[in-house]
């Protein structure tokens, strides 16, 4: 949800501002642009539209310098046009800013800001924060931006430069993400680690409430109430390779291509042979299930989008597994939703990015009400990380495409691990059934390769759906979570309408949309009720609906009821969401490349929501 670079160095900012940007483009990009400081003035190039229109116009001479700040824009206020890109700068133009997030009192602080004779030119919130820090400047940029910050309410991440001292940025921020990088007499600022890893492996993490002044020779940090701050490097040993396409023609492509790989990662050295030499679950580092393991009598799992989706597996596996009642609520209804909290009620917040304005702010309010606060994330030292009791990590890598696959699957991997551990801890798994769990996750990784390497029936489909403005999910139990995430990944990257559903609800309504060729996605992995998928299957049938299923390749019965059936390695029910996900994914991924459409960057979205 926008993405921030800063340089100030001995090289030319020009470079690394166009290659941050270009590492930061997935989260956002209705425009785009860049400033780069010489003693005493400031030039800045900016455009609506992807990366490629602003690289399109810079002018490398123009914007030669050491000192530079860029940003891509999801837009919040203002529509994407070139007057509301960022950077923004004051009157005179010597102050710059680019903002992450959004400054919640900016109607009241512009009204004030036009009294006192200031003109806007964009609609954004973030120009009142290059007036601000212009206004308070006597020569200190720090105290200007301390200023500034203590006029704005809301979430934000700012980064603010003067061509009155073009040898440093000040940074501050109040939720939104930041990283410093250190290198040798350059240093830099960003919204992520991938930004900059090309330049540097070390790194330093601005907290909330911390402001930045980042010069060439390191960064200092301070609370806002000017307190300063000592703070460790840490090194990251990530491949940059893995922010490269790789041979795919999008990054969602390598990353539905990761998947098995991920599959194993994520379980890790979090199996180990047990005394009885079968196989168990080690998650270790979780303070609460050490010190208190039976203290859990309710998990409420929260969060938003695919990862909402992962919580409506996990729902079941803690039930199933652990024997433990839970509940799944999407981040944004449960903080505003005066939930009741009780003893024993574990919060799980679910979280790729770990930077969701909501999945934390659902977060936070559990645990000011005296729930444990655990976290499901992929990125290490993101702000959910940093915030919860406890954190299991999924350890997919960097997801760059929009639409998440990989993150999605690890977090499945993930909630099956925690499930085990707690079912084994409270008596409810026996070793031998752990064991044969466990053996079965750990033949996953081969069945996602053998899905991997036959799509030649999911393109044929995908050239069927695309003709379809309307297409609809079901499943039930576990598939209909499933069916959730399949409706999701088509919509968002090849904007047809999809709608999923439990099949039994088909008939309450929406069976009156089923006519001759609407193709129906049956997911019909589970066991207990496959006899009722099948009769649900007779109904879209008998209206002449296009039945395509995903099922598993031993089921006889299936293709009796299909057009087309898409087969899956047979594995246990309770794992078959990590398995039959994949064909959802690649028939997504087809459909929206055979209707040409932007797939890693899907209209109107961004990776990660910040803002509200
Ligand atoms: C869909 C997608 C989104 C995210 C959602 C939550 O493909 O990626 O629905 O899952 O925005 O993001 P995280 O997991 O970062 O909290």
């Known amino acids: 949800m926008c993405g921030i670079v800063g340089y100030v160095g001995s090289g030319q900012a020009l470079e690394v501002l166009l290659h941050g940007l270009t590492r930061l483009e997935y989260r956002g990009y209705d425009s785009a642009g860049l400033a780069v400081a010489r003693p005493g003035s400031i030039t800045i190039a900016k455009a609506e539209g992807k990366l490629s229109r602003l ?5 490398p001479t123009a914007l030669s310098g050491h000192l530079g700040i860029g940003h891509t824009r999801w837009a919040t206020h203002g529509v994407p046009s070139d007057r509301n890109a960022h950077p923004h700068s004051d009157t005179s133009g010597d102050f710059v800013v680019v903002h992450n997030g959004i400054v919640e009192n900016f109607r009241t602080l512009r009204d004030q800001l036009e009294l006192r004779g200031v003109t806007f030119r964009s609609d954004t919130d973030t120009e009142v924060l290059a007036h601000l820090v212009a206004e308070a400047f006597d020569g200190d ?9 203590g006029q704005a309410q809301g979430a934000y991440a700012l980064v603010a430069m003067t061509a009155h001292r073009p040898d440093r940025i000040v940074a501050a921020r109040m939720t939104s993400p930041l990283v410093v990088g250190l290198g040798e007499n350059e240093t830099f600022l960003a919204s992520d680690i991938p930004a900059i890893l090309k330049y540097t492996q070390r790194f330093q993490l601005v907290e909330d409430g911390e402001i930045v002044t980042v010069t060439e020779a390191g960064a200092a940090f301070e609370t806002f109430s000017g307190n300063p701050i000592e703070k460790k490097p840490f090194t990251v040993d990530w491949e940059t ?5 790789g041979g795919f023609d999008h990054f969602m492509e390598k990353e539905i291509h990761e998947q098995p790989e991920v599959i194993a990662r994520t379980m890790g050295t979090r199996i180990r042979a047990g005394a009885d030499g079968g196989e168990r679950v080690a998650l270790e580092g979780l303070r609460w299930l050490d010190q208190s393991p039976d203290g859990v009598n309710r998990i409420r799992i929260t969060a938003c989008g695919t990862a909402y989706h992962a919580g409506l597996v996990g729902r079941i596996l803690f039930e199933q597994l652990a024997g433990i009642p839970g509940e799944v609520a999407y981040a944004h209804e449960l903080r505003y939703g005066n939930p009741l909290f009780e003893e024993g009620l574990l919060t799980l917040a679910i979280s790729q990015s770990g930077e969701t304005a909501d999945t934390l702010a659902a977060g936070r309010l559990s645990r ?9 994330t992929n990125v290490v030292g993101s702000s959910l990380a940093r915030e919860a009791d406890d954190v299991i990590y999924t350890w997919a890598g960097p997801e760059i495409s929009v639409a998440s696959t990989k993150a999605y699957i690890a977090m499945l991997v993930g909630e099956t691990l925690l499930a085990l551990e707690m079912g084994r801890r409270s008596g409810r798994l026996s070793p031998a059934e752990e ?20 799509p030649d029936e999911i393109v044929r489909l995908a050239e069927e759906l695309a003709k379809w403005p309307n297409v609809y999910f079901i499943g039930r139990g576990l598939d209909h979570a499933t069916a959730m995430e399949g409706a999701l990944k088509l919509k968002e990257i090849s904007y047809i309408h999809a709608e999923a559903m439990p099949s039994g609800e088909l008939k309450h309504g929406t069976l009156a949309l089923i006519s001759p060729g609407v193709p129906v996605v049956a997911v019909a992995t589970n066991p207990q009720v496959h006899s009722k998928v099948l009769l649900g299957l007779q109904e879209v049938k008998a209206r002449r609906g296009q039945v395509i299923a995903v099922a598993f390749e031993d089921d006889q019965e299936i293709g009796s009821v299909s057009d087309h059936v898409i087969r899956i390695p047979r594995t246990a029910h309770l794992l078959s969401p990590i398995l039959a996900a994949i064909p959802l994914q690649l028939l997504a991924y087809h459909t929206a490349r055979r209707l040409g459409r932007d797939i890693d960057q899907p209209r109107n979205l961004a990776k990660s929501v910040t803002v509200e």
Not at 55 to 59: E, L, W, Y
Not at 241 to 245: A, G, L, M, N, Y
Not at 439 to 451: C, H, N, V
Request: aromatic content about 4%; glycine content about 8%; charged content about 30%.
């Open 55 to 59: 690289k399109g116009i810079v002018d």
């Open 141 to 149: 940029l720090t105290e200007a931006v301390r200023y500034a910050i």
């Open 241 to 245: 390779d893995s922010v490269f396409k």
């Open 368 to 376: 000011e009400h005296g729930s444990r606060l655990l976290a499901l």
């Open 435 to 454: 064991g044969e769990l466990v053996a079965e996750l750990r033949g996953l990784p081969s069945k996602a390769t053998r899905i991997l390497e036959s």
